[in-house]
């Protein structure tokens, strides 16, 4: 036992002659943690870009494709519309909507045909250039750009027809005349000599022949033949699906030797892509060869600020008398930076990081006040702005279900109505988009002809009784199915893939709950829902949709015949089809805008309070908020980035984050010095004790 | 059959195995002194743990009818558990913070006022009935994990480690397959192809425990299969299934209970990631967290969400991981070693 | 010693072929090349764009050998994954190879310093936890790893970037930017939280490795000739202890190479980590079943240098 007290002896001494570099090196390695502190920031950008006009932007998911002819989202079209011009283009301030020229010379007049056809004529502006880019060595030795022609159009327009581009919007370019013909003709003759296939798709389109209704007379002036009236087509000559597409670029950036096309755009925008990484960011910068640049003094429409808006722009500061009528654009790069998280990016929004974003609705109570800006981020300088987006959720109900749907006759048209009064969507845009909505009463949302705002759907009303009294006549009295005995029994079909999403569907099944339905959420993965709508074993699901372009035709398409989901594979969930709505809107689809299609769009309406495939739910309004150094911009319902129109104050902006970004150190020094407090002391008495 | 009948059936299958544990605990010298000095030094760990394990037994204890309905008509037809009727009829339209007597937004009076122990969350549902919940999730998670992969390891574990020769190249080619797919990645590969649900998580969880279980269970057959006594045993011609149940399995039961103790922190914690990528189990302590991170932004901040099913998921796994700990001291203080 | 090492990696080959099975049996038999489809596409997908899709990344043809043993998806998954062609993504047709190469970099900015500074960690404290074992600094210790152990990364996550980003304002909530002056502010917080969250299992390993090792024989012999505590921890208990986490560490080597899911995705690193959740999210099984194809492969890789070097080491090994 005395060897034992001994070898403690030496251990302390060894122990105390060890501790004092211990106590250095810890005091060091404190001391650099401080130095590291000290010198810390979050500003995420590199110092050099600092004074530059870069307007930052999150990214929230990658795109799919940026190729003009299959991009068809939000994300997509917040790069392809800065990089593609488009012959017809929407003004940036007027409201409603209103179309001015782009790349062609003007908007044209729809021609009628004694045939029944219609014609417009586009005229291309002259001396237009494609942004600079190698792919154009293939029109010769050294060449990096060209000019834009009319066949560039007609391009396009084929590729749209092509199958093998998988085209979303071959549907409302069928209207043009021969456009389905060339589609098969294209089929036809590549499974008559397969290597057809192997030319580059410009070769192969003329060896069939192009378009009929698509002519291009010289190298400006291109002809569009309608088989029909359809004057929504002129929307679609303003979305990037019709912008004008070098052959070169499709047939250089063929993914086999160099990049795919549809991570390399070639356009005739703005900006142009320079760099393209999904996984951390875009860039833009602005493109040398745009018309606006190259030619000022044209004083395109689009291509300078505009002089006139709506009444109340010149208020509000977006008519600024230094910047009307100056050309465009203002800001030199447009960065996105990838954010998958919500809280973060706001975050970041903040701190001055981003320029513009929306608001999550976690912090909103935070931002607004009374519907107003907070005091605090008022005094910030942050501007409020909202705007209706042209998009609806609903309640869906599949339409060939035994018991809710068509099968099941008037007791299912009963049941639909009831669940219809069950669903309080005002208390469910308070919860889950912090009352930053309209609840919706039809499928056309506001901003599009035919919404009229003091319109209430008699079968949108709130009102549990009178849910329960529908479902008594429905022959389920207090929600009890007289053949079992016990509650009807209805399936939620769910494909949530975050737990918020599934919240909001909790609320809608305890809706349908309170008032005696037994309404149970089977919540699966996006596969699995969609493997049940194939075999239709789904009863009620939850669902958006937002507009191509704003024209109620795009939201009532989606409850015809043609369009059902378990007959076409078309976009109609529910299955919905009724021969009169389809009559309705067969009239509606090929008027203008004019009383007479309003009157066929009320009746359209009527039918659907009655018929219910639809319970809608709300018509989101975005709230958007932008920095004071971010300057005259005005938001947009349809996704344009309009980045063009917009400019930035640098020098505010590197201030203003310098203010609010002081990091904040007590606690650092708090911490490390209770920690010397502790462990010194402690170590001290412990070696001590040892001795 | 209906959820709940099954659920009860389970409770009491439960309970009857626990009374065989108890008798046998009794009767078995070995057991009996382990958990005895478990009890000894984990007393607090235990309690905790069984604490636990009672709420989830009362929240599995469900039926039709009965008091504190509320009027609702749906819930009179409708299978709730013991839990659920002690907090029926507390359902609030949206937020409220611990024992408040008014809505967090808006300010509107409660249903119940000052009752709501830790709040409601945005659906207006009783914090604490939501947590309490959670546990009977995680156990369950847990134990039908449990189910599959303790059967799984022992069939494929004794098998190849008894009888050796091909039948063991294969089970090892097969564990060691799988065993070099890292876990989560396979894990998550499992439930995407299975699809989401309760019972898939289960079992995409039993495959990936099934793994480590085995190799503990081969090695040890290995070693006891040449001791004297199994040696002997074969030497008196009692037949191989006999000497693998009566000698071998026996032998190898407190290795089981041991990793299955280490390794259920690491499920429940592995739900937890999965409720975050959207394919978790509903109703989790997880799935809560997920739902109530983004409320920290909120202001002011709606806290008591995330700290409650945070404290819950942290409580019953501070005291798994002490018992686990203790549980290997006492049974087995050399042979094994938790890796990874 | 050559026929062990051919014989070890020809096991590992197998292991390698076994994986690449149950990853065609699970993403091309349960989930069906239709679902895939349709999730490229997009709901505005009509049937005639899922067959030219499905046409398209050639899911169109049969599954099995015997259905047409020219053409068939078992044979081309085989081929391209072990002839490291891993294809385009199923969602945005994007070549997978390179992805993988644009990945790599920041997620090992991320889980090289990560590690070293982990292991650094673990091992300081686990040895100083041993060094003063039985006593209450020992049992402070362990309780604290089992503390730690017990929550969720999720929570820790949350708490750092509540804390420290958007309270304190040290550090950015997220992102990241290669730019040299920038990389580190990005790195710091998600590095602390990924020490933080492992470190409490790995000492508590450690110290289990250690307090063994020091209560075996020839320390004891050691300490009974008179050598002081601190040596015999430096010399004895350290040194052989290594064997035990020699292991465990060089088997994690190979997942620095596939990122760390949670901590790149909240953070914004543009690694493996992150392609593999935007996969799982977006059910890009294309994407999946590389990153699960080569994860193995790493491991089954290390694994094999592990055991090569221990027979190196100790000829004993081979003949077991």
New interface residues.
């Given amino acids: 036992m005395s060897g034992g007290s001994q070898s403690s002896l030496r251990e302390g001494r060894e122990a105390a002659a060890v501790a004092r570099p211990l106590r250095w090196a810890g005091l060091s390695v404190a001391g650099l943690l401080l130095g590291g502190l000290l010198a810390c920031s979050n500003d995420p950008y590199p110092q050099a870009d600092a004074d530059r006009k870069v307007y930052y932007t999150a990214l929230r998911e990658a795109p799919r494709t940026l190729d003009p002819a299959e991009a068809y989202n939000v994300t997509a079209h917040a790069i392809t519309g800065n990089v593609y011009d488009t012959l017809l283009e929407y003004h940036y301030l007027k409201r409603p909507y209103t179309l001015i020229p782009g790349l062609a010379e003007a908007v044209p007049e729809a021609e009628p045909q004694p045939d029944g056809g219609v014609i417009y004529r586009f005229r291309l502006r002259e001396g237009l250039l494609f942004a600079p880019d190698p792919a154009f060595a293939l029109g010769g030795e050294g060449r990096t750009t060209r000019e834009v022609v009319a066949a560039d159009v007609a391009f396009q327009l084929m590729r749209l027809a092509d199958p093998e581009e998988n085209s979303p919007v071959v549907d409302p370019f069928s209207n043009i005349a021969g456009f389905r013909e060339f589609q098969q003709a294209l089929v036809a003759a590549r499974e008559a000599d397969p290597e057809l296939a192997s030319l580059p798709p410009h070769e192969q389109y003329a060896r069939v022949g192009g378009i009929e209704g698509v002519r291009v007379l010289g190298s400006h002036d291109l002809e569009i033949a309608l088989s029909g009236p359809y004057p929504q087509i002129l929307y679609w000559f303003a979305l990037e699906f019709s912008t004008p597409v070098p052959w070169e670029a499709v047939a250089w950036y063929d993914g086999v030797t160099r990049d795919r096309f549809d991570d390399h755009p070639v356009g005739t925008g703005p900006y142009r892509l320079t760099e393209y990484d999904k996984q951390f960011r875009v860039i833009l910068e602005a493109n040398p060869n745009w018309y606006g640049v190259q030619n000022p003094e044209w004083k395109a429409p689009g291509a300078v600020y505009p002089s006139e808006g709506e009444p109340g722009d010149a208020e509000a500061g977006l008519l600024p008398p230094d910047v009307v009528g100056q050309p465009l654009p203002f800001i030199e790069r447009i960065e996105f930076r990838r954010e998958k998280e919500s809280i973060p990016t706001f975050n970041k929004f903040l701190q001055g990081y981003y320029d513009a974003s929306g608001i999550v609705k976690e912090s909103f109570d935070k931002i607004v006040q009374n519907d107003r800006l907070s005091p605090e981020m008022a005094e910030r300088g942050i501007e409020l702005s909202k705007s209706i987006k042209p998009t609806i959720f609903y309640l869906g109900v599949n339409m060939n279900d035994e018991l809710l749907g068509h099968p099941a006759g008037e007791r299912g048209r009963l049941l639909r109505q009831a669940i219809s009064h069950a669903v309080d969507e005002e208390q469910w845009i308070e919860l889950f988009v912090n009352g930053r909505g309209i609840p919706a009463q039809s499928p056309v949302p506001p901003g599009l002809f035919g919404y009229e705002p003091e319109y209430e759907n008699p079968a949108r009303v709130y009102d549990p009784d009178r849910a329960r009294k529908l479902l008594a006549e429905a022959g389920y009295p207090e929600g009890i199915d007289p053949e079992t005995g016990k509650p009807l029994r209805i399936n939620f079909d769910s494909y949530a893939t975050s737990s918020a999403q599934l919240l909001q569907e909790q609320f809608i099944a305890d809706a349908l709950r309170a008032v005696g339905l037994d309404v149970r959420i089977d919540a699966t993965t996006y596969n699995q829902f969609q493997g049940k709508v194939q075999d239709g074993r789904y009863q009620m699901f939850f669902w958006g949709w937002s507009a191509d372009y704003p024209d109620p035709e795009n939201f009532y398409f989606l409850l015809t015949c043609d369009m059902r989901r378990a007959e076409s594979g078309g976009p109609n969930y529910t299955n919905f089809c009724d021969p009169e709505f389809d009559e309705l809107f067969a009239r509606m689809r090929v008027r203008d805008n004019d009383e007479e299609r309003l009157a066929v769009m009320r009746e359209m309406r009527e039918l659907l309070e009655r018929e219910r495939p639809w319970i809608e739910i709300h018509h989101p309004e975005t709230y958007g908020l932008t920095h004071a150094w971010l300057k005259h911009r005005k938001s947009f319902g349809i996704s344009f980035p309009m980045t063009k129109y917009q400019d930035l104050d640098v020098a505010k902006r590197a201030e203003l984050r310098r203010a609010w970004n002081e990091p904040i150190t007590w606690p650092a020094w708090a911490l490390a010095g209770v920690a010397i407090a502790v462990v010194v002391p402690g170590i001290r008495t412990f070696f001590r004790e040892r001795q | 059959m209906e959820a709940h009948v099954f659920s009860n059936l389970a409770v009491v299958v439960l309970l009857a195995l626990g009374a065989a544990t108890v008798v046998f605990v009794r009767r078995n010298r070995l057991w009996s002194e382990a958990l005895a000095e478990l009890w000894r030094r984990r007393r607090f760990s235990v309690l905790v743990v069984g604490l636990y394990v009672l709420i989830a037994l009362l929240d599995s204890i469900a039926w039709v009818g009965g008091t504190g309905a509320n009027g609702a008509s749906i819930e009179a037809f409708e299978a709730r558990s013991v839990i659920d009727r002690l907090f029926a009829g507390t359902r609030e339209s949206s937020y409220s913070a611990p024992l408040a007597d008014h809505a967090f937004y808006g300010g509107k009076p409660l249903e119940a006022p000052g009752t709501h122990l830790l709040g409601t969350d945005i659906l207006g549902r009783d914090v604490l009935h939501r947590t309490l919940k959670g546990a009977r999730v995680a156990l369950l998670i847990g134990g039908v994990t449990t189910l599959i992969a303790i059967p799984l390891a022992l069939l494929f574990g004794v098998t190849a480690g008894y009888f050796g020769g091909r039948l063991d190249d294969a089970v090892f080619f097969v564990m060691s397959t799988l065993a070099s797919i890292p876990g989560l990645l396979l894990l998550i590969a499992l439930i995407m192809a299975l699809g989401k649900g309760t019972w898939q998580v289960c079992l995409a969880l039993g495959v990936t425990g099934w793994v480590g279980l085995s190799r503990v269970v081969r090695g040890e057959t290995l070693k006891l299969r040449e001791l004297d006594y199994v040696q002997a045993a074969r030497a008196l011609g009692v037949s191989e299934l006999r000497i693998v149940v009566r000698h071998v399995i026996p032998n190898l039961m407190h290795l089981v209970i041991i990793t299955f103790v280490l390794m259920f922190s690491g499920l429940v914690l592995s739900e937890a990631i999965l409720a975050w990528l959207g394919i978790g189990v509903d109703g989790s302590w997880g799935q809560m967290i997920d739902q109530a991170r983004d409320e920290l932004s909120r202001v002011p901040v709606v806290w008591w969400n995330l700290t409650a099913a945070a404290a819950a998921l942290f409580g019953l796994l501070l005291a798994v991981n002490f018992v686990g700990d203790a549980l290997r001291d006492i049974l087995d203080p050399r042979t094994l070693r938790e890796d990874g | 010693m050559l026929a062990y090492v051919i014989r070890r990696l020809a096991y590992g080959a197998?292991?390698?072929l076994?994986?690449l099975l149950?990853?065609f049996v699970?993403?091309f038999t349960?989930?069906t090349p239709?679902?895939?489809a349709?999730?490229?596409?997009?709901?505005?997908?009509?049937?005639?764009?899922?067959d030219?899709?499905k046409a398209?990344h050639g899911y169109d043809r049969p599954l099995w050998p015997w259905q047409d043993p020219s053409d068939n998806l078992l044979v081309s998954h085989y081929t391209s994954l072990l002839g490291f062609d891993f294809g385009r993504s199923d969602?945005?047709?994007?070549p997978i190879g390179q992805?993988i190469r644009?990945?790599m970099g920041?997620s090992l900015a991320l889980t090289v310093p990560m590690f070293v500074i982990g292991l650094g960690l673990g091992l300081l404290l686990s040895l100083f936890v041993a060094f003063?074992r039985e006593t209450y600094?020992d049992r402070a210790g362990v309780f604290l790893c089992?503390?730690g152990?017990?929550?969720?990364?999720?929570?820790y996550i949350?708490g750092a970037?509540?804390l420290i980003?958007?309270?304190?304002?040290?550090?950015?909530?997220?992102?990241?930017?290669p730019?040299p002056?920038?990389v580190a502010?990005?790195l710091?917080l998600p590095i602390v939280v990924g020490v933080v969250s492992s470190v409490g299992s790995d000492v508590?390993?450690y110290r289990?490795?250690f307090v063994?090792e020091s209560s075996r024989d020839y320390v004891r012999t050691a300490?009974?000739k008179?050598a002081?505590?601190?040596?015999v921890m430096a010399q004895h208990v350290l040194r052989n202890g290594m064997i035990?986490i020699l292991?465990?560490v060089v088997?994690a080597i190979p997942?620095l190479f596939?990122g760390s899911?949670?901590l790149e995705?909240?953070f914004?690193i543009?690694?493996l980590g992150?392609?593999?959740?935007?996969a799982?999210?977006g059910?890009d099984?294309a994407t999946?079943r590389v990153?699960?194809y080569i994860?193995?492969l790493l491991?089954?890789l290390g694994?094999v240098l592990t055991d090569v070097s221990y027979s190196l080491a100790d000829p004993r090994v081979r003949l077991e």
């Fill in positions: 197998l292991v390698v076994g994986v149950f990853l699970l993403f349960v989930a239709d679902d895939i349709r999730r490229a596409l997009g709901d505005k997908a009509t049937p005639e764009m899922i030219t899709w398209n969602v945005d047709d994007a992805r644009e990945g920041p003063f600094i089992v503390l152990m017990s929550v969720s990364i999720l929570l949350i970037q509540v980003a958007q309270l304190l304002r040290w550090y950015p909530i997220s992102g990241f930017d730019d002056d920038v502010r990005f710091i508590r390993f289990t490795v063994e300490r009974a008179g002081g505590e601190l040596r035990p292991t465990r088997l997942f596939t899911l949670l995705s909240f914004g543009p690694g992150s392609i593999t959740v935007d799982i999210r059910n099984f999946l990153m699960v994860g193995a491991f089954v694994q």
